[in-house]
């Protein structure tokens, strides 16, 4: 074993683009963080700090220049079983029902037909869509299309399930819904998420410690532990730890030296304004 603390680890991340024009773009610049065995990290960070390209690394969608990820102390190359992806687009095989989609996973890590649709049957279970088995993707609500793609990464009883941006398509009040829906199953189930998202409250309300991330290139600020008591309810929101950590994770995502000019061009648009009316 590498480190027996995290179950999940990335050491020095580093991931560099091509460009068009022939220039390197480094987006990860050795990124390196842990998640303990049964524990919810989320990813937060500016748009385009590298939090999906450090997830799809983590699963296998995308190789590192260099760095790497380990699993249960084993070095991660290419996908695996072992790591569930959750995406935000709805990526459910239209052409197939509900239970067909569950069961896909399965007969291709060699499950047999009877025991993939027994097994698919009770992840619907879980996910508390048994009753929409035979449905189709289109005939199902986003949120509940959300809920089969969880069905659908849980059912080969991945180590770790990887969520990126999950709930990113949703209306607001569907996704409270799945956030409390999600901690309910992550309660139950052995199972450790790895959730990347840019919502400062999803990531306050759900996890236990947050990665942020900054941007030009993507480094770690900060690793940040939240102290909110769970079970976690839309009272937890106002909550003064939530209140005042939530701030702590916003000030770290948009430092005050990067608001400051916005402010202060506020300022000068204020005076201007004020000048005129007294004109
Ligand atoms: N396949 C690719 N080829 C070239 N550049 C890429 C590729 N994928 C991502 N990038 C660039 O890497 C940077 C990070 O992208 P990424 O999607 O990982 O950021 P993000 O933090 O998830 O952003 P957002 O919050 O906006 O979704 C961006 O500048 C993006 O343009």
């Excluded at 790497?68 to 687009?89: C, H, P």
Aim: contains cysteine; hydrophobic residues 40%; aromatic residues 8%.
């Amino acid at each position: 074993m590498e480190n027996s603390e995290f179950i999940l680890e990335a050491k020095n991340i580093v991931k560099e683009f091509d460009e068009s024009d022939g220039s390197i773009h480094r987006v990860l610049d050795g990124v390196s963080f842990g998640v303990k065995h049964r524990e919810f990290l989320s990813i937060i960070g500016p748009s385009g700090c590298g939090k999906s390209t450090l997830i799809r690394i983590a699963a296998g969608l995308e190789t590192a220049t260099s760095g790497k990820f380990f699993l249960d102390g084993k070095m991660v190359s290419g996908t695996g079983a072992e790591r569930g992806m959750v995406f935000q687009k709805y990526t459910l095989f239209p052409w197939l029902s509900v239970k067909q989609n569950v069961m896909f996973g399965l007969e291709s890590i060699g499950y047999g037909k009877d025991e993939a649709e027994e097994s698919a049957y009770q992840w619907l279970q879980i996910v508390g869509l048994d009753k929409y088995a035979s449905y189709y993707p289109k005939q199902l609500s986003g949120g509940m299309q959300q809920r089969v793609a969880i069905a659908r990464a849980l059912a080969p009883q991945p180590r770790v399930l990887l969520m990126d941006e999950p709930f990113g398509a949703l209306d607001a009040q569907t996704r409270s819904q799945m956030q409390k829906y999600l901690l309910e199953v992550w309660k139950n189930i052995d199972i450790t998420i790895l959730f990347v998202t840019h919502d400062l409250d999803e990531a306050v309300f759900l996890s236990d410690r947050i990665l942020t991330l900054q941007a030009n290139p993507g480094k770690v600020k900060e690793m940040v532990t939240v102290n909110v008591p769970r079970p976690r309810t839309e009272e937890s929101l106002f909550l003064p730890e939530f209140v005042t950590l939530r701030k702590h994770v916003e000030d770290l995502i948009h430092p005050v030296s990067e608001t400051k000019p916005q402010e202060e061009k506020f300022n000068i648009i204020n005076m201007v304004g004020k000048k005129n009316a007294a004109k």
